[in-house]
């Protein structure tokens, strides 16, 4: 299959909608401005009614921007209806037509294209064949698992080689497992072919492991854009590194800095954690730490007393008393360490590359 | 403000799909023509006076002692008629949905009665109400010895009526009371309230708009209903009728059109009030689905004088229709009961066939068109935004509430001298085609409704996902849309079929003698007392009805889509 991959620029996009309820109007998406690159794979990802869906749809042509240009690859694509425009989109519910086979589906935009009938025939298999559903091109939507008919779903979008490919939190209909399969296959399929795709979940670690970039959106603005390791590990503000994994938050004050290194006063004990942003002495701030960076240890950095302490398998988990701030803990292997009993007096620490300052 | 670019945008992309455009403004003009501008007419007329505007028409009519009769007849009959089959139609909801019938034979016969409404044409009961209870009835004279009984006036509409219309009240307040969940009886009854207790405090409190809906709908059918009170009203007169005579005795068309604006503000207020207030209402106390399934009363005191009452009920209906070919058979109804053919033969020697052909295939002009128009409606309802959306679903949900007579007299007004007079599109009137609209306008709410609560259960992602791979509007309209409502379709065609053959409240006024109809054939005989050639017309018409709903049974059956869609449902 050949590359038709184009990117997408969203050129300071708003969308106005009426709330039912008030009759005010309200931005479902405030400004957004984005470029993304042929070939990648972005994630809008965010809480319900946060205008990721909104943005998609708005691409895909079924909702008309109130302000700004949507760009397909050079092209401004604002007056072209969603026919007229280079994608496909794969929906939440599967959106398969039920009075056709699987085969008369996955065909259907290439006979719209007035494909010849013999290239309609070998591209329908071959595509059918790379989402591994050979042999079921006469079987009923209806006769398919809803694995299956997510494959015929998305084999229907990428068999018409759109420039772009769009998905509505595809997986959100399927169980937990399948979920986890479809994303990896998902991620194969478009690294194979080299497809732009843009993809809206509310589902961080289907985001995560799926994305080249993540865009997070809250109330319809772009709260934060990167790659999941960037967005993981130096979350802009609370909420993200709240959104995006579990974090834990220590409030101090900033003693001074030592090059990259900002030493902190937490309650009264000297943190040190690795920043990019230089920060002034007696300026409050917070020490974002995930649950699974945190060590805790009869000896330390801070002192603590163990309010929960849980076996969960693949790791202990603990919840600690620092002053008057919760910490979550995920020790993992707990195997090999000691375990502390709720009520017990303890210590934890961090290393400063695995934490990150607010 | 900002929001006009989405406008503007939305706009361009509706200009950029000229099928769907060209569909709205076509849609628009045939809705604006025929169903606004007579009635626009109509009060124009009756309000204006040389050009100025005037009461002094309505004054006139309000000061006809007739009118004021016919107008309190009217509101005396549709309240009788309204509580009747409410009552009625909600024994049968009750018995049908509760209690537990052991004879297959009494359900096969609830089915039949749930089924006659649809299959009879409206006055084919006022007819064996003649043959059976009237002055040479079979039961008042031949079985009573009775000579004497007057069936025509208040009483005979009243009972032809709930009749006729209680059936539609049973079947709406089954699908309520289906969806009542069992375990809020069960609750009550384990707090120990007994069965009636349940009945009174529960169920008829949760059903009670449902109820008032059932009232509503019928008032409105017995208020707007024409041939049944042509036919067997004797000189009580409505509404309808007197507006029938003003036309054609009294040749007052002004006149006329005061009463038909009064005929039509009085069903539109009832169909506002059922629509917009009562509706939304039963939907808001009866939201959940029936969690599981209810335990039907076994109990004998319930159950035995129930159905019995239900039963009786019901053979008397089948055996109401059942005279009807035998009204045709008999020699001479009353007298002689021989059989013969006579009837029939009368029939077809006086220009029977050319009746039947008339009504055949003007009938099947209009179905067609008016399932696709209905379809197109319902699509564009509930699949798509424009601005003109709303004028399209209320207009075509209007044409629901107009009587046919008040459509008739407005056609009248409207087209005789061609548009506002003009002369323009004057050739229409008195042609087959006008008749064919009527036909058309009259079907098209049922068609819409039906198509919009099939377009309903079809997720809105299916069709954009078409549009999305490269599908114009109209391309996903017949490719994927149509084939998804195949059965939707099929029922609005041959509900528009019947509805057609069966009409008679519009036609009768706007039919000229180029055409014979089989309805106009059928009331023009039964006035004349020539009640076996009536019967006639009436059996061919009702095996002509009930032939063409088993040929879509069959046809939905065997090719209809319902079935694989259902399947896919229940994933």
Redesign the interface.
Known sequence: MQNNSKGVTLDHISKIYKDPKTGKDFYAVNDVCLTIEPGSFVTLLGPSGCGKTTTLRMIAGFESPDVGEIYLGDEAINELTPNKRDTAMVFQSYALFPHYNVFDNVAYGLRLRKVPKDEIDRRVRSILSLVEMEGMESRMTNQLSGGQQQRVALARALVVEPGVLLFDEPLSNLDAKLRVSMRTEIRRIQQTLGITAIYVTHDQSEAMAISDQIIIMKKGVIAQMGSPMEIYYHPSDEFIADFIGEANFLKGTVKRMDGSECVVDVLGHECTVETDTARNAGQECEIVLRPEAIRIAQQGLLPCTVELSCFMGSYQNYHVRVGDTLVKISDSCPINKPIFAVGEQAYISFEKECAHLL | ???????R??R??LF??PIMLSTIIVLLIFLALFILYPLAVLLVESVSRDGHFSLEIFRQVLDLGRFRTAFSNTLLLGFITGVGSTILGLLFAYVDCYVNIHTKAVKKLFDVVSMLPVVSPPFVLSLSMILLFGRSGLITRSLLGIYDNNIYGLHGIAIVQILTFFPVCYMMLKGLLKNIDPSLEEASRDMGASRWKVFTTVTLPLMLPGIGNAFLVTFIESVADFANPMMIGGSFDTLATTIYLQVTGAYDKAGASAMAVVLLSLTLILFLIQKYYLEKRTYATLTGKASRARMLINDKSVRLPLSILCAAFSIFVVLMYISIPFGALFKLWGRDYSLSFKHFEYMFKYSGLKAFRDSFVLSLIASPITALLSMIISYLVVKKNFKSKGFIEFVSMLAMAVPGTVLGVGYIRGFANGIFGSGVMQGLYGTGAILVIVFIVRSLPVGTRSGISALRQI?K??E?????????SG?VFT??TL??IKDSFLSGLVTTFVRSITAISAIILLVTPQFLLITCQINEFAEKGKYGVACAYATILIAIVYASILLMNFVIKHFG?SK??K??QK?
């Open positions: 403000m900002v929001k006009a670019q989405s406008a945008l939305d361009k992309k950029g799909d997720d992602s299916i954009e996902s078409a549009y999305d791979l490269g599908a114009n391309k490719s994927i084939p998804l889509t694989a869609l399947e896919s994933d």
